[in-house]
Each structure stands twice: as C-alpha cells, then as structure tokens.
C-alpha cells in the first residue's frame, strides 16, 4: 500500500546511483562505474534556516564572485521520500514526460541509492510546478535514528524523511 501523502506530493528529485567505487582521484571525489538515474516522489517543504525571510522560506542570498556577480538563492527542504522509478539519461525536469512512469513505494526503509554518498550527490529538485533547482541530499532518515518511534511514523506515513538543499541563480 503506497503513503497516504502520494495524493498530495509536490516535489520530486532525480537522484543518480552509481554502481562503482567511491574515492578521492586528483583531489576530486568520483565513482567510477555504471549508474542509474531515479525520479523520487515526494513531499516536501521549504523550511526556514538562521536569517531566513519566514514569507518565502528563503535561507539566504549572496552575491557570489563565482557566480560572477549574480545573486545566488538558497532554499533547505524537508520532508518524505514516497516513491521512486528509473528513468532514462536523458529526462529531464519540467520537460520529460512522468505520466507512464511505474513507482515503486519507498515504505518503511531507505534504497540505497539515496543513503549512499549523503552530501556529495548532486541532485535536480523539483519544489511544486516551476522551481527547479541543483541541490544534495543532507541527510535520509529521522531525528531518532530511523529507529523506535521513526520505525512507527514510517510506517504510517508510507515513507521516509529526507533533507535537500538548493540553490539557483535569480
């Protein structure tokens, strides 16, 4: 039985797995080997960090000099992972079509695809039907350790909690 949250999911990430081994190649981490790409329903909020405006949920912006100049945007979302299906190397966000997608539910425990490499995976976040944004996962599971009562609200809401931060340029 899929989450009770899947009507009301406004978010999606694509996440990509790799399949080979982690590692430091000229001061750079990599992985080398095959990957698939994972489209993730979920539902997500933007939620406020230090010196955040409360009205938009935005954490800050900065003008960067890597940006050259242009305002950078950072957004921190919380919420659940519900489900998830592979998909092709070249969809894309707000433009590839989801419709004849097949998810499978997340349930009560974390595919590895999203555990593994937690901040160093980038990823593509959807927040509603316009924002799209480059972002990582910070962090898959509850504030209790995906054990004892996260194991009870897991299983309740059909999916487990994730954390991903964004940014775009405005």
């Known amino acids: 039985m899929g989450s009770p949250l899947l009507e009301f999911s406004n ?3 694509i ?3 790799s399949q080979g081994e982690p590692g430091i190649i000229d001061g750079r981490y990599v992985v080398n080997g095959s990957s698939e790409r994972y489209l993730v329903k979920c539902y997500l909020k933007r939620v406020q960090a230090s010196s955040t405006d409360i009205s ?3 954490a800050y912006s900065y003008r960067d000099i890597r940006s050259g100049g242009v305002e950078l945007y950072r ?3 919380r919420g659940y992972c519900l489900g ?3 998909i092709s190397s070249n969809f894309e966000h707000g433009i590839s ?3 004849n997608l097949v998810y499978t539910d997340i349930g009560v425990s974390v595919p590895s695809f999203l555990s593994n490499d937690i901040g160093f995976r980038r990823v593509s976040i959807r927040h509603g039907e316009q924002l799209i944004v480059d972002g990582y996962i ?3 599971g ?4 995906s054990v004892g009562i996260d194991e009870i609200i897991y299983q309740n809401i059909g999916g487990v909690p994730i954390t991903v931060r964004g940014s775009y340029q405005g």
């Open 142 to 145: 509850g504030v209790y350790g």
């Open 97 to 99: 079509d989801e419709t």
């Open 75 to 77: 957004y921190l979302y």
């Open 138 to 140: 910070e962090i898959i």
């Open 84 to 86: 998830y299906s592979i």
């Open 15 to 17: 996440v990509t797995s």
């Open 11 to 13: 978010s999606s990430i």
């Open 56 to 58: 938009v949920g935005e």
